[in-house]
């Protein structure tokens, strides 16, 4: 058992010491949904090895009455085995295979230009002694300057929130991904976006975006876990003319995916649009 109810956790943190990596903000959110406190152990990307004694050199890293375990996916699992009576993070393999999949997905499709775009304040709140290494490895990933890599990121900020439909979609009939309550699922989707706010110096989504419920629900979790006076808003971007719309309006959206055949009175008005047609009166 944890001693005092209390598990180690070595933090990835900026300057103003909100969590940056997604990995370790997914194990936050682990640790919390299993009912233990955390026992945080700051810094930041210089000294790893240093701070754990030469047990790693990346994080997460969590120590639990002695016993270390190392990476976000076998912390959450290593929690699970060991704490079998307390609230389950993955109920059933295909959890973490659709899970994998998904976060997959959304890193190609948000963190990626997401990054781009905040790149240098990735960088510029970073702790003091982080920036030369933010610096090199970051222009080494990307192969420009960090002042190149920002360029146009206005017009490519607008184009990321259409391309999120996949969520909304799922969350209009789940309050969770893991059903009527969260379990890990949500926790590593909801990293992306603590990620995001973590350096974003400007906002990402629309403030009538469909997914504000589930991600203002998520940071309110475990007592405002994702609540960090360090993080910045990440609702309210400003979309320009000519830019796409950030995501789709009106009944139907999902189309067969979604919708639920009970008979042609369900599907007459999809059937009608389809059809060009005014669907007729119930």
Not at 43 to 54: A, H, V
Not at 256 to 269: E, W
């Amino acid at each position: 058992m944890a001693k005092d109810n209390k598990i180690t956790l070595y933090d990835l943190a900026l300057a103003s010491g909100a969590t940056i990596s997604p990995f370790v903000w997914a194990t936050k959110y682990a640790i919390a949904h299993k009912g233990f406190e955390l026992d945080i152990v700051p810094g930041g990307f210089s000294g790893i090895p240093e701070r754990t004694g030469g047990k790693t050199e990346r994080l997460p890293a969590i120590v639990d009455d002695g016993k270390w375990v190392l990476d976000s996916w076998l912390i959450a699992e290593y929690l699970d085995e060991t704490y079998p009576d307390r609230p389950t993070l993955i109920p059933h393999p295909s959890v973490k295979a659709l899970t994998q999949a998904m976060e997959g997905w959304l890193w190609q499709t948000a963190i990626s230009p997401w990054m781009t775009c905040f790149i240098k304040q990735y960088r510029d709140r970073s702790l003091p002694q982080d920036h030369a290494y933010v610096t090199e490895s970051r222009e080494r990933m990307f192969g420009r300057k960090i002042e190149d890599i920002i360029v146009g990121r206005e017009e490519r900020l607008p184009l990321v929130p259409p391309t999120l439909q996949l969520m909304r979609n799922a969350l209009a009939e789940n309050r969770w991904f893991g059903g009527d309550t969260p379990n890990y699922a949500d926790f590593r989707l909801l990293a992306v976006f603590l990620f995001t706010a973590s350096v974003a110096d400007t906002p990402v989504l629309t403030d009538d975006d469909p997914l504000r419920d589930w991600i203002e629900r998520g940071f309110d979790l475990y007592g405002g876990l994702g609540r960090h006076p360090g993080l910045s808003p990440i609702f309210g971007l400003q979309l320009r003319e000519g830019d796409p719309e950030p995501f789709l309006k009106g009944a139907g959206v999902g189309g067969g995916l979604y919708n639920r055949n009970t008979g042609p009175q369900s599907t007459a008005a999809e059937t009608a649009r389809m059809k060009g047609e005014a669907a007729s009166a119930a």
